[in-house]
């Protein structure tokens, strides 16, 4: 061996190896190796009061991995950091070249956006070093990270029901909370639409005497129906061509919106299954990434993709199917290092590979296959129709549309919301009035903005600059773990400690956890990586301003009362409380730290039958993943144990116990078995 490459993923690194002769090996660092250490100032792990100088120490359970990896550099001419082309990528390869020792003449540093032969080769012909602008943006955001969620989830287990804070994680549960109140205090107004159905469509009033109409209570409503007839006539007919264009291939945030509102996938399922597809899927022809790195600000396609794509479409739709790539908005804050999310051969349809995927798989890569597809496609042609009517000078709107051509709808429409309304032709008509078969009051009531759901929780965290497109899905995840929300009806709703513990960060840190303040130091970051900034002048002056605030809070934030038991301790008599830790609620004295007595949670212990060979009980055990067995209660004296249900009968054969799978009952330890 000369060279040696180091990923983070061990799939990844079998796929790459495929690609590369035998000179190169490919090992993996999964994921990060080293993180802050948990010494010094408030267990921090930097230098607060100085430079800001970080403490790194090795992720628990990585010494060994690091220690092989470093003896294999030892023995490489050259080593090969290759880890994701993102600003954590760029860390973990710092880290890598710390911990190895490595050289500036012994190593280089290369990214690619997709595993696949041509671009992993390509990028070995054009490597790099580790951009420093890029890992001091990222151990900014680290460093950060550690302060602000060290000190405020600290002050929340002390203070509050609460287990932890964060940067951006209190921001996005602020906009759950305000949402909620916003729902709470709302006032619905009532109001009446009046409709005129006829033969195959339907009509809404809209003004009267060419002034918009508001119809407020149910007397306002009959006294116009009493001014109407069921004739109508016709006051205009307007038709217009009207292009409906497809949208931009998916980046991180519209993939996880999509995701979640047709495939009904969480954001953290959608981000590991992506993940699988761009590591690499075993095809016949061997592993390959199937899809381009999924954490992405960036809607930009290469232009041989989109060369390809179109010859694609051409020889597959024809010609007039063929359009031109299609660019979203730009998002303020956004990142362009590399392209948008896409398959990495549009050759590969979702039907030529759906053998090698499980379902979830191909329902997500037919998604983002299928719009980078649409993408490149002609835009959608169709003929709209509005039809006036006049009715005592009450006027009546309908509306309706015809497709003319389908355009990139040929392969997206399963993916499109479209009400599409047809109208007749009343050109045709032989008279300009129409008669109505009947009006129709219907009541109203205005109603609030809808509480979050994932993807739309996203949408505006994006939209109002907070976090990363890679932080969005663990945010979710973890507002959820700590009990901070709930789901209702697939939204969310916070819960009476995420209510409590936004209170309290709002009542001593509004100046810091809220919108405004996270959105301006995501553009620091972005500043530090682009080396307009210095990172120590953003650590300092932001310290110098959250400190104060999170000593004062220490001090005079209010805490809650522990809810007492009715118990008293078993060691010193105190009263018993009910505290909140990393696992849950649990029972402990309320003198602690004198006494460190916590109540072990009697667990319910469901007997099912005698074990037949010590006579204790066969019960139900858990595992520690929580799946169900059944075992003696005698272990580890007795060892019968078995996943299938007991049947509570004994082997005629042997005398041991009867299970059932549902298919057949057999015994657990001889070859007995009946149907």
Not at 95 to 112: Q, S
Not at 126 to 145: A, G, H, W, Y
Not at 646 to 666: A, M, Q, R, S
Request: hydrophobic fraction near 35%.
């Amino acid at each position: 061996m000369t060279k040696l490459m180091i990923v983070e993923s061990p799939h990844k690194s079998k796929t790459i190896t495929a690609f590369l002769d035998k000179d190169y090996e490919v090992l993996s660092s999964k994921g990060h190796i080293m993180d802050l250490a948990t010494s010094g100032k408030f267990g921090l792990g930097v230098d607060v009061d100085g430079d800001f100088k970080a403490t790194y120490i090795p992720i628990k359970g990585k010494k060994k991995l690091i220690a092989d990896l470093k003896k294999e550099a030892s023995k490489a001419n050259l080593v090969i950091l290759a880890t994701d082309p993102d600003r954590e990528g760029e860390a973990i390869s710092w880290h890598l070249k710390e911990a190895l020792n490595l050289k500036n003449d012994n190593y280089v540093r290369v990214t690619f956006n997709e595993i696949t032969k041509n671009v992993v080769l390509n990028a070995l012909n054009n490597p790099r070093k580790i951009d420093d602008n890029l890992v001091r943006s990222q151990e900014t955001r680290r460093i950060l990270d550690r302060i602000i969620g060290f000190r405020l989830s600290k002050l929340m287990q002390s203070k509050t029901g609460g287990k932890s804070a964060g940067r951006v994680q209190s921001v996005a549960l602020k906009l759950i909370v305000d949402r909620e109140r916003e729902i709470l205090k709302f006032v619905p107004k009532e109001y009446y639409t009046i409709t005129a159905v006829f033969n195959d469509f339907e009509a809404t009033l809209e003004k009267y005497k060419n002034k918009k109409i508001t119809i407020n209570n149910e007397q306002e409503a009959n006294d116009i129906l009493n001014k109407l007839t069921k004739s109508f006539k016709i006051d205009d007919i307007n038709e217009k061509q009207t292009l409906r264009n497809s949208k931009p291939i998916f980046k991180t945030t519209t993939l996880q919106q999509m995701a979640s509102s047709k495939l009904n996938f969480a954001p953290s399922k959608t981000m590991r299954i992506a993940q699988k597809l761009y590591e690499g899927i075993t095809l016949q022809e061997g592993s390959v990434g199937l899809i381009t790195y999924m954490r992405t600000d960036s809607e930009r396609v290469s232009s041989e993709f989109v060369n390809e794509t179109k010859k694609y479409i051409s020889k597959n739709y024809g010609k007039e199917y063929v359009g031109s790539v299609k660019i979203g908005k730009k998002i303020e804050n956004m990142q362009d290092a590399h392209e948008g999310i896409r398959p990495t051969s549009i050759l590969r349809t979702p039907q030529s590979i759906k053998e090698y995927l499980d379902a979830d798989e191909y329902k997500l890569y037919d998604l983002i296959y299928n719009r980078a597809l649409a993408s490149i496609m002609a835009s959608a042609k169709f003929l709209n129709t509005t039809l006036l009517l006049n009715n005592n000078d009450y006027l009546f709107k309908a509306t309706g549309s015809v497709m003319k051509f389908d355009g990139y709808l040929k392969v997206y429409s399963k993916y499109e919301d479209a009400n599409d309304n047809v109208l007749p032709d009343f050109k045709n008509y032989q008279s300009n009035i129409l008669i109505a078969l009947d009006i129709l009051k219907q009541q109203h009531f205005t109603k609030p903005e809808p509480r979050y759901t994932e993807g739309t929780l996203i949408k505006a965290m994006e939209s109002l600059g907070i976090g990363r497109p890679s932080t969005y899905a663990p945010i979710i995840s973890t507002l959820k773990e700590r009990n901070y929300v709930k789901m209702v009806d697939k939204k969310f709703m916070p819960s009476e400690i995420g209510i409590e513990t936004t209170d309290k960060l709002q009542e001593f840190f509004k100046d810091i956890i809220n919108v405004e303040y996270t959105a301006n130091m995501e553009k620091d970051l972005d500043e530090i990586a682009l080396d307009k900034k210095d990172y120590i002048k953003v650590l300092k002056s932001f310290y110098q301003d959250f400190e104060p605030l999170v000593e004062d809070a220490f001090s005079n934030m209010s805490k809650k009362e522990a809810v007492l038991t009715g118990e008293n301790c078993p060691n010193c008599n105190s009263p018993l409380v009910k505290r909140n830790g990393k696992y849950g609620e649990f029972i402990a004295c309320s003198n602690y730290p004198s006494c460190k007595y916590i109540k072990k949670e009697e667990k319910e212990v469901k007997k099912i039958m005698v074990c037949p060979k010590c006579k204790n009980d066969i019960i139900e055990k858990k595992t520690k993943r929580g799946k169900i067995f059944y075992g003696c209660s005698n272990y580890p004296k007795c060892k019968v144990a078995t996943w299938d249900m007991p049947t509570k009968e004994l082997c005629p054969k042997c005398g041991n116990i009867l299970v059932t799978n549902k298919k057949e009952i057999h015994c657990i330890e001889c070859d007995y078995k009946t149907v």
